[in-house]
């Protein structure tokens, strides 16, 4: 699966949302960083609701550190804990953000009562969609094809406004391990060869189909 053609699960995403009136909202400023619990550390699990703003998502320490992606609100985050084991991954504000939480435990009777587990299994599906997708494209083999792929994505995304938010190159090298000379280096090609269109590093659109090699 492509991660251009996963679509956000919106109406799942607000059905769960009506069923947890905002309680105790607060401002995560640019920077700052989400606290999720470890898996093993049951004193304070929690669920947040990204009600507003945007984060970026990454596992890993230092020069190990992967960034997965982009979440915009409304979201929904944490509901790997729901799983016996989990892999636990850190979320940075790099817009605003408007956040409310609810403990794991309570998060889980609502869902029960309501028979939301559909919605939440929708939401969890797309998450994994969206996380295959991303290895997929970062074990390409060549580095054309992972900047083809991530060109594709940036053109037809709507939901996070990549294209106001991000220059070309600072977008892949946050998503890719690709070198600025070799993203640069393509980006010129393509553009010379009237494939792209781009302003002060940002891409406007892909004027035709990219080709599959290179």
């Known amino acids: 699966m492509e991660l251009h053609k996963i679509n956000k699960p919106l109406d799942a995403i607000n059905t769960i949302l009506s ?13 700052q960083t989400l ?9 304070c699990r ?10 970026i998502s990454s596992v890993g320490e230092e020069e190990k550190k992967q960034n997965l992606g982009i979440i915009m609100g ?13 892999a636990i991954a850190q979320h940075k504000a790099i817009a605003p953000c408007m956040i409310d939480s609810i403990s794991v435990e309570d998060f889980i009777k609502v869902v029960e009562e309501n028979q939301l587990w559909p919605d939440v299994i929708n939401i969890m599906v797309t998450i ?7 290895t997929a494209t970062s074990g390409l083999q060549s580095a054309y094809e992972i900047i083809r792929s991530y060109l594709i994505y940036m053109d037809s995304e709507n939901a996070c406004a990549i294209k106001e938010r991000y220059t070309v190159v600072k977008y892949m090298q946050t998503f890719s391990r690709l070198s600025r000379s070799i993203i640069l280096k393509i980006l010129s090609e393509l553009k010379a060869g009237g494939f792209i269109e781009m302003h002060k590093g940002r891409l406007i659109r892909i004027n035709r189909n990219l080709p599959d090699r290179f």
Do not use: H, W
């Not at 929690?46 to 984060?55: Q, V």
């Not at 979201?75 to 016996?84: D, E, K, N």
């Open 19 to 31: 069923y947890f009136p905002v309680s105790q909202p607060s401002l995560l400023e640019p920077g």
């Open 35 to 43: 606290p999720i619990k470890s898996k093993n550390d049951r004193s």
């Open 46 to 55: 929690k669920i947040y609701f990204l009600l507003e703003g945007a984060l």
């Open 74 to 86: 409304p979201s929904i985050i944490g509901l790997t804990q729901l799983a016996p084991t989990s």
């Open 128 to 134: 994994i969609n969206s996380l295959a997708a991303r």
